[in-house]
């Protein structure tokens, strides 16, 4: 008999763990209101209302303060990386871009080398090559609208940009050096992630549009400084000695190929000599 209590007390105590496990259980789950992607959404991607779908879920407390993000904080965001339909959505999917407010001016390029791998929404640097060796980001982390092609049967031959007022003037000081000092061209490099840091911007402009920067009630947020200007007269020094160098070596080149001026000449006929 004191056998069979011991088993009914112990079967007793077991289910009690049982039921206080299932408890402590389902006290971690809590309902929560999440948000889906109603469709696939490719990196690089911003985020729309029309995009979201909400239902409540139970998840562990500790995942709840994740997932249950306000739609509002989301829309208008970037995908990091391309996310499938149905993806539950968490703020680390996305990023912002607080410098597309001043980039507002719509600019069609086709000046410029493009790598083949390009495709809208990438986010790339147009950088200038001197023929010194010399090179400089334009434009930092510029995101592609649209890829300009001259019919379906054709590659790609521009791109779209939306840019801002000093964009603009630091590619047309870009333009002005790509026409002055041959060999120099434009070229865009693409962003392996969307969500790396941008890089800094490191050509210095020409004098005259630094000057024109300077008063442009248009540039909201102007971050030149007097540096750039002393880097754009150790540019220009470098160009200089470097067109120098090589008119030197053109110069050398015809001299070389010129017939020379100790050769012979050609004997006079004799019945000219005895007059």
Known sequence: ?????????????????AVSAYEAEQNAYVDTNVYLLSKALPAG??????????????LPRSQSILYASDSKNLI?????????????????FFYSDERLT?????????????????????LIDIRISFPTGEDYIVLNQQRVLSLLNEDE????????????????????SARVDENLFEGTYLYAVIYQADFENAAV?????????????????????LFTV???QEKRSVLENHLQLFTQKEMGNSIEAELESLPDSQEELPEQDNNISQM
């Open 1 to 17: 008999m004191s056998i069979l209590l011991l088993i009914q007390r112990y079967n007793c105590r077991v289910l009690k763990q």
């Open 45 to 58: 991607e911003a985020l729309t209302k029309d995009d979201l779908t909400s239902c409540t879920v139970k």
């Open 76 to 92: 208008g965001q970037y995908a990091k990386t391309a996310l499938k339909k149905g993806q539950l959505l968490t703020a680390d």
């Open 102 to 122: 001043e980039r507002n001016r719509y600019l069609e390029l086709s000046d410029i080398r493009l790598p083949e791998s390009v495709h809208t929404n990438n």
């Open 153 to 172: 049967a054709t590659s790609v031959c521009g791109i779209a940009l939306n840019l801002s007022e000093e964009d603009l003037l630091r590619l047309s």
């Open 201 to 221: 911007t490191t050509y210095p402009v020409n004098p005259q549009v630094f000057t024109l920067m300077q008063w442009d009630p248009n540039i909201v947020s």
């Open 226 to 228: 007097k540096k750039e």
